[in-house]
């Protein structure tokens, strides 16, 4: 994508930036060009005159003309997406309809029903729905729903997310954190599930720029300076890789090294617990084959043969993705070998058609799909989709938390008695399996043999599993199946025949109050049912029945209402003791540009915790949450929950800034990894208490086999005296490794 001038827009004269944006339009067009069919290029130029002049008075925070972001947007559509002129237009207009005068009628007179569709879809919802969820879960949720009749408006909408990504410096911190934080709960696990793996790897990096910035820096900048020796490696392992493929008679390829993401090398540190020099794959070689389609697989696994023949493959680390692609169109094989220096090395095999669907996913895919007309895996998962949409009525945020599992986790491949394949999300459930087969099969599911072995209905189903269920006429759903199924298909079955179960025990107790009723006198009827549901404080009649069925509802309290006629009356309320009103409204949303400080001092008016999650200490950065009953609660912004909480709550954060404070201590734990040596606790102890003056909380120390591993719980003041002990922690002799880790209370 051409990038916007790094002169800042707002310095330009109106005739520069009457030249930029035509630059920007113009360079569109180059990339559209082999795109354009008879009259495309007329239309193009509408939209683009119409969003031009319908956003001609709008600037984007940075101070640049706004029709630069639609630009922008429709550019990666087309060149890193693939898609073509209709989604060009939809584009250049995703805006229109709700920042501008433009209608929808005027873009369906102008373009056709097709692309008002569309932009429809794209148009954001700018009211919240229901109290409980937020705008972006909503959104979400509509979004959705048009991706079951036109994909490319979750297309479009991910390249606009995109943009707004790489545009972010100009925002305010606060909508830094809560943009990025959806980016990666949502966008980017949806970009990966839809097969745009360069688009999710850059979200998950943009993302982590504003969430981590230490981190992130600190890997890039590491990434920066071991690139030229990454760079001599590359070369030194691919070449006689390359003299193979030509000796082979393979004439047309490619191979070449590319770093792994900063976010994946971030990930791979904080699962492996290990340091950046000791990840072994900072980097994949790809190698690439021009093969026709009849030689596809035989042409990858030649070159699989050529690669393993030069060096050792670790055995467990074979992806074969040629025989079961996935579900998003991803074809490949993945190996790891032990390369030269005694490295490991992640070779990716592909040819150029799979390559293509790898880096522009889903566009790809239909275009090589078109005139086959079968229903492939990719069909299937919308098809899926559409099935948990239609039959959702929980709030959107539960809806978001169910379609994250159920639709864009990796997914695993199963098989039926019979031998045909079924694909479930990772984390599924042989009840999973069950429901996938038929609601009834699901309901009735008592266990399964997996393998022929015999295992209860929670059992986790692996890649290649044999499943049989065994099902029971006795046998009905229960609340805690709730608690292992993943698939969203399985949890809107059972919730549903758990609605139908307190229905029916529901009946009985609606039977034994009008029989009640009727001895007091009272008529039965909706009147006196609402009065009655008011007075044992139920959500709705329905709740009230169940409740007297399973006894959880005295009917004798019943003689402390009035009756007048055969009416119930409440009893007047006593009137209730004005309580002091709350600090924080959890619902209300924040002011935009407040700043709220954080003091550490007894004499602070500011009621707050900390989160015991991430345990923050003053001088990390954070961001404070406004919850339900417990008032303002800090957490870091790389706190493990702080994407979800961002992402869903967006509503009830607030900005947040520790003041200078030396006087309170806050605790928080040091790991510490060496080498064994007489000494090495009094080293370590004389210089957190003696040298430093903190306070130790605890102490640990394990020596195994001439290594040992501390684990302290100190008292500092700051982040600085945490980072200032860290570092003199590393100039003790012996030490290999220190790292903060959340303590316990």
């Given amino acids: 994508m051409e990038t916007i001038t790094n002169i800042p827009a707002y310095t330009l004269t109106p005739e520069q930036e009457k030249k930029e944006i035509l630059r920007h339009y113009r360079s569109l067009l180059r990339s559209l060009k082999t795109k354009l069919k008879k009259g495309d290029k007329e239309l193009v130029r509408t939209a683009f005159e119409m969003a031009a002049d319908a956003h001609k008075t709008m600037r984007r925070k940075s101070g640049e003309p706004y029709i630069l972001h639609p630009l922008a947007v429709a550019q990666i559509c087309v060149e890193e997406i693939g898609l073509g002129v209709r989604s060009t237009i939809c584009a250049l207009l995703h805006d229109t309809v709700e920042d501008t005068d433009i209608t929808l009628e005027d873009v369906a007179r102008e373009f056709g029903n097709e692309i008002a569709r569309i932009i429809d879809g794209l148009t954001k919802i700018s009211t919240v729905v229901d109290a409980n969820s937020t705008q972006q879960a909503e959104n979400f949720k509509k979004i959705l729903l048009t991706l079951t009749d ?277 984390g599924a459930t042989a009840l999973d399996f069950a429901f996938s087969v038929h609601s009834d099969v699901g309901s009735r599911c008592i266990g399964a043999k997996v393998n022929h072995k015999l295992v209860p209905i929670a059992h986790k189903l692996r890649s290649g599993d044999q499943i049989e269920i065994i099902t029971s006429s006795k046998q009905k759903p229960s609340e805690d199946w709730l608690n292992f199924v993943v698939t969203a298909k399985a949890r809107n079955k059972i919730k549903d025949a758990l609605k139908e179960e307190k229905r029916k025990v529901a009946d009985e107790g609606k039977y034994v109050l009008q029989r009640k009723l009727e001895q007091l006198g009272a008529s039965y009827d909706v009147q006196n049912v609402d009065t009655l549901t008011v007075f044992y404080k139920q959500p709705s009649h329905l709740e009230l029945f169940f409740k007297i069925a399973t006894k959880g509802i005295d009917l004798k309290e019943l003689k402390e209402l009035h009756l007048v006629g055969d009416k119930f009356e409440l009893p007047k309320p006593v009137k209730p003791v004005m309580e002091p009103k709350p600090e924080y409204d959890p619902n209300k949303p924040s002011h935009k540009d407040s700043e709220l400080i954080i003091f550490g001092e007894s004499s602070d008016r500011i009621v707050y915790t900390l989160a015991n999650c991430c345990k923050p200490i003053p001088g990390d950065d954070v961001f404070g949450f406004v919850s339900t009953g417990k008032g303002l609660i800090i957490h870091r912004t790389s706190c493990p929950n702080a994407s979800r909480l961002l992402a869903n709550f967006g509503h009830r954060v607030v900005k947040t800034k520790w003041a200078k404070n030396k006087e309170i201590s806050f605790l928080t734990g040091v790991k510490i990894i060496g080498v064994d040596d007489v000494g090495v606790v009094s080293k370590i102890t004389n210089l957190i208490s003696g040298e430093m003056r903190l306070n130790i909380s605890a102490i640990t120390i394990e020596a195994k086999e001439g290594v040992f591993q501390g684990n302290i719980k100190i008292f500092v003041h700051d982040k600085d005296e945490l980072d200032d002990l860290v570092s003199r922690l590393y100039k003790l002799t012996g030490i290999q490794k220190v790292e903060r880790y959340d303590t316990e209370q």
């Fill in 150 to 426: 036109d994909p490319r408006v979750i297309l479009i909408k991910l390249a606009d997310r995109l943009h707004n990504m790489r545009t972010l410096d100009s925002m305010k911190r606060e909508k830094q954190l809560k943009i990025s934080s959806e980016t990666v709960y949502v966008y980017a696990p949806l970009a990966h599930r839809l097969g745009l793996y360069n688009i999710k790897t850059e979200m998950e990096d943009l993302s982590m720029k504003y969430l981590e910035p230490d981190t992130y820096k600190e890997i890039a900048r590491k990434l920066a300076e071991t690139k030229r020796e990454r760079s001599r490696y590359i070369n030194e392992f691919i070449k006689p890789i390359k003299e193979k493929l030509d000796r082979a008679g393979f004439s047309s390829y490619d191979v070449h090294g590319r770093p792994k993401s900063i976010h994946s090398i971030s990930n791979k540190i904080k699962k492996k617990g290990v340091s950046f020099e000791e990840v072994y794959d900072l980097f994949a070689i790809r190698i690439i084959i021009d093969s026709p389609p009849e030689k596809e697989k035989e042409d990858c696994w030649k070159a699989y043969s050529i690669v393993t023949d030069m060096y050792t493959p670790s055995p467990e680390r074979l992806r074969d993705w040629l025989s079961n692609p996935k579900s998003n169109g991803y074809e490949a094989l993945h190996t790891t070998v032990m390369g030269p220096q005694g490295k490991w090395v992640e070779v990716q095999i592909r040819t150029k058609r799979m390559n293509e669907i790898a880096e522009k996913g889903l566009a790809a895919h239909w275009k090589y799909k078109e005139g086959t007309g079968d229903e492939d895996r990719f069909d299937k998962w919308f098809h899926n989709i559409r099935e948990a949409l239609n039959t959702q009525d929980s709030s959107s945020i539960d809806f978001l938390q169910d379609f994250k599992s159920s639709f864009l986790a990796e997914e695993i491949y199963v098989y039926t008695p019979k031998g045909d394949v079924k694909m479930l999300p990772v």
